[in-house]
């Protein structure tokens, strides 16, 4: 099983550039979500899904755009990309946690590190 | 909203020996998942260790054993026997059972940088 793919693992753009970061998980999960990692500020919320056609706001969003037709898939947009950008982001997957199999893990991607000049 | 917080950016431990790492955290909820994930340098968040905060028993994972202290809203990781592989970031997450206001996705704490010394 492949998991949670994400792709590029490694990108430089300059400012004002965009970019989409993919994702896709093979794993029939409806949460899918954005988080991005910075050195002492752990890992936070960008975006999330909880189905194909639903997005929404996590504590980090501005700058960023999601949008989520498949189940399967989960793109990150960078539309005009700032320096502040520059991060490693991570895209994870899960069952909603309202399913009672639910064990509550995350599965994450391996992440892309991004270098906005 | 919830907040989890890592009070040791960074721990070391002599091989063979056992470290405890902090994590507490705040909450109103009665129900709730608690994580500790751990980053090695190829950056990768793999799971340690869960806990159900309706189960009063601790999590046990092979050297990896959980404190979890639910009126104090406390949850520690002790790695026993510490080995050179487990240096890492280790970090600390909260999941909230309930849908909607982003509460379905994981709070993390800041992280602990652990150095295992030969």
């Known amino acids: 099983n492949a998991g949670v793919t994400q792709t590029p693992k490694f990108q430089v753009l300059k400012t004002g550039q965009s970019m989409t970061l993919q994702c896709a998980q093979d794993?029939?999960?409806?949460?899918m979500s954005w988080y991005r990692q910075d050195p002492g500020m752990g890992l936070r919320l960008i975006h999330y899904?909880?189905?194909?056609?639903?997005?929404d706001q996590g504590e980090v969003p501005n700058g960023y755009n999601v949008s989520r037709s498949t189940t399967e898939d989960f793109p990150l947009r960078l539309l005009s990309a700032a320096p502040s950008q520059t991060s490693v982001y991570f895209c994870?997957?899960?069952?909603?946690?309202?399913?009672?199999?639910?064990?509550?893990?995350?599965?994450f991607g391996e992440g892309s590190r991004l270098t906005v000049l | 909203a919830q907040t989890v917080t890592q009070s040791q950016p960074e721990m070391s431990v002599q091989e063979a020996e056992t470290v405890t790492l902090s994590c507490t955290y705040d909450?109103?909820?009665?129900?709730?998942?608690l994580f500790w994930y751990k980053q090695p340098p190829s950056r990768q968040m793999i799971l340690v260790i869960r806990?159900?905060?309706?189960?009063?028993q601790n999590a046990t994972e092979n050297r990896f054993s959980v404190n979890f202290q639910k009126a104090a809203k406390s949850f520690s990781l002790k790695i026993s026997d510490s080995q050179l592989g487990d240096a890492a970031m280790y970090f600390c997450?909260?999941?909230?059972?309930?849908?909607?206001?982003?509460?379905?996705?994981?709070?993390f704490g800041k992280g602990t940088h652990l150095i295992i010394q030969p």
């Open positions: 899904s909880v189905g194909a056609g639903i997005t």
């Open positions: 994870a997957s899960s069952t909603t946690v309202h399913r009672s199999w639910n064990t509550g893990e995350l599965f």
């Open positions: 794993m029939n999960h409806e949460y």
């Open positions: 997450a909260y999941r909230s059972p309930y849908s909607g206001g982003g509460a379905d996705g994981l709070t």
């Open positions: 909450t109103s909820e009665s129900d709730y998942y």
């Open positions: 806990q159900e905060a309706y189960k009063q």
